[in-house]
């Protein structure tokens, strides 16, 4: 019942265990750890039942139920538990194309100079929420590579997987163009501050001599 447990994989006898976490779509832009940007579903299920536990209502669980179960397309609980991490994996997808979006903007900012500090504290969160993002997503590669299913369900489970790396590439991608946008700000940055010393340098080589003849001057009465 720990809501932070993070994605996980177990077998008791017959009964297997797993936990998923699933993107809460209450999204802000300043939420940057597992438990505020993810929620948690536990499934034990067998060859007899499936069971699963959460806090919330999963909508996607209803949908779920409406088009798969009651129309008779998944008549086994691996087939539903397959459904259910499919349907996990799918709530990551709008958050990283929101993210993919957001770093574009921040690029074309960087490039144009136009940047701020406010720019470099978003450009932080976007890259903590892809980062988070990005380990829930390897830790669900676990439960995925444990389920079991009939050859007829094998093309299912693999668009499971196709899913999963799919995702996960796109958060790769994200964590990738962050950091190297963070670091062409510090090198413009870097640049800016040189620029601004040079000019004091040369100001400063001006205006020595004036300073020389001050001392003679003073030197001579």
């Known amino acids: 019942m720990e809501p932070a447990h993070l994605p996980k994989y177990d077998i008791i006898d ?3 265990f797993l936990i998923l976490r699933y993107f809460n779509h209450g999204y802000t832009s300043q939420l940057t750890t597992i438990k505020e940007l993810t929620n948690k579903i536990a499934i ?8 699963t536990i959460r806090k919330e209502d999963v909508p996607f669980l209803k949908v779920i139920r409406s088009k798969h179960i009651e129309n008779g397309h998944c008549n086994t609980a691996v087939q539903v538990v397959t459904k259910i991490i499919w349907q996990a994996l799918e709530t990551f997808d709008d958050p990283a194309e929101r993210l993919s979006e957001q770093v574009d903007f ?5 490039i144009l100079r136009r940047t701020n500090n406010d720019h470099v504290e978003a450009l932080y969160f976007i890259k903590r929420q892809a980062s988070v993002s990005h380990k829930v997503l390897l830790l669900m590669l676990e439960p995925i590579n444990h389920i079991r299913t009939n050859p007829d369900d ?5 668009d499971v997987r196709d899913q999963h790396l799919k995702i996960q590439t796109l958060y790769n991608q994200v964590l990738d163009d962050v950091n190297n946008l963070m670091n062409l700000y510090v090198s413009f940055s870097a640049q800016k501050t040189n620029g601004v010393m040079k000019i004091l340098t040369i100001f400063s080589v001006f205006f020595m001599p004036l300073d020389f003849y001050c001392w003679n001057l003073w030197d001579e009465l």
């Open 14 to 16: 017959d009964v297997h």
């Open 44 to 51: 034990f299920f067998s060859d007899k039942f499936l069971i």
């Open 154 to 158: 094998e093309v299912a489970l693999q």
């Open 106 to 110: 921040y690029e074309n900012q960087i």
